[in-house]
């Protein structure tokens, strides 16, 4: 099989391919989600604390 | 024994280490199980005699569909869990599994709607297999509202529980829609209790990618779970210190 004929998957290319982007992009999304809320929450606690230090002498 | 191990794993501090120490290699796992689908599925499998190579999408769309019911069960189970027990650990599997479920869902909805333009020469029909798995959809997406639209997070959790166990009429509803109501949407191939008639070069790679949706579930659950129990116990100290050191 060649590689012309595996993008063109029989003539289906575009739901084929549509399909499978899409689910890479779905997939990495879930992923990149939690992962940069986990960051964002970090930073957010180590605020807080440092707020805190400040205010008690 | 077990007792000390559900006591111990139930503490959100245990669990938040622990799971960080799994994730990397359910990560791993989870790769090397879709690359080894994607190449049987793209390459190895040949195109089917009645619909040529659109039916590649199936390696999607039946996990999807699978995991949309699956993870669908693991919400409700955990939400009862909590509610009976009072397990927060159980609570938070129960939230963290449902935008997971609802990406799944609607990754079924789209690649089915995709793979039916071809073979149906429709994006869609109000069947009964579509319409019940739609509705699927919005039992998810209702889970996740009514979650943020209660500020108590252990009063919404509550709430979500029972909405949770309420939707899972539906499930059996969405598995046996096929065989109950005459469908445009054909019948199950691989759960039939004869011989599943589907040929082994295209039940393989459905297998490998089955598990890989399965373990990308368990490891991005874990991840949210991690997140919400941050979110939970952020004026802990361990959280704190936590927060010091990143």
Redesign the interface.
């Known amino acids: 099989?060649s590689l012309n004929e595996?993008f063109h998957?029989?003539?289906?290319a575009f739901?084929?391919w549509?399909?499978?982007g899409?689910?890479l992009i779905?997939?990495l999304?879930?992923?990149i989600?939690?992962?940069r809320?986990?960051k964002k929450?970090?930073?957010?606690?180590?605020r807080?604390?440092r707020r805190a230090r400040r205010n008690t002498p | 024994m077990f007792n000390n191990f559900f006591h111990k794993m139930a503490s959100p501090r245990y669990f938040y280490n622990i799971s960080g120490q799994l994730i990397p290699w359910l990560a791993a796992a989870c790769m090397a199980l879709f690359l080894a689908g994607l190449y049987y599925g793209?390459?190895k499998a040949p195109?089917d005699y009645q619909q040529?190579?659109?039916y590649?999408?199936m390696f999607?769309?039946v996990p999807?569909a699978w995991m949309s019911m699956f993870i669908y069960v693991v919400m409700a189970v955990a939400g009862a869990i909590g509610l009976i027990w009072h397990i927060k650990l159980a609570e938070v599997m129960a939230i963290s599994s449902a935008?997971?479920g609802a990406?799944f869902t609607?990754?079924a909805l789209?690649?089915g709607s995709?793979?039916g333009?071809?073979m149906w020469g429709t994006w869609w029909v109000w069947d009964a297999r579509l319409t019940s798995e739609l509705i699927l959809l919005f039992l998810y997406l209702g889970v996740i509202a009514l979650y943020n639209a209660i500020d108590d997070k252990r009063t919404a959790a509550r709430a979500v529980a029972i909405l949770a166990l309420v939707g899972v009429v539906n499930i059996p509803i969405i598995h046996y829609s096929v065989e109950w109501w005459n469908t445009l949407h054909q019948g199950p191939t691989v759960t039939k209790l004869d011989k599943p008639s589907i040929h082994l070069s295209m039940l393989i790679p459905l297998l490998l990618m089955a598990f890989a949706f399965k373990l990308?579930y368990a490891f991005?659950v874990l991840?949210?779970a991690?997140?919400e129990v941050?979110?939970r116990e952020?004026h802990t100290g361990w959280?704190?210190e936590?927060?010091?050191t990143?």
């Open positions: 099989m595996f998957m029989g003539g289906y739901y084929v549509t399909s499978y899409l689910a779905v997939l999304l879930n992923v989600g939690p992962l809320q986990r929450l970090l930073n957010d606690i180590a807080t604390n | 793209l390459v195109p040529g190579d659109s590649r999408i999607i769309h999807a935008s997971i990406s609607f990754l789209v690649t995709i793979w333009k071809p990308y991005v991840m949210r991690r997140c941050l979110e952020r959280v704190r936590l927060a010091e990143k």
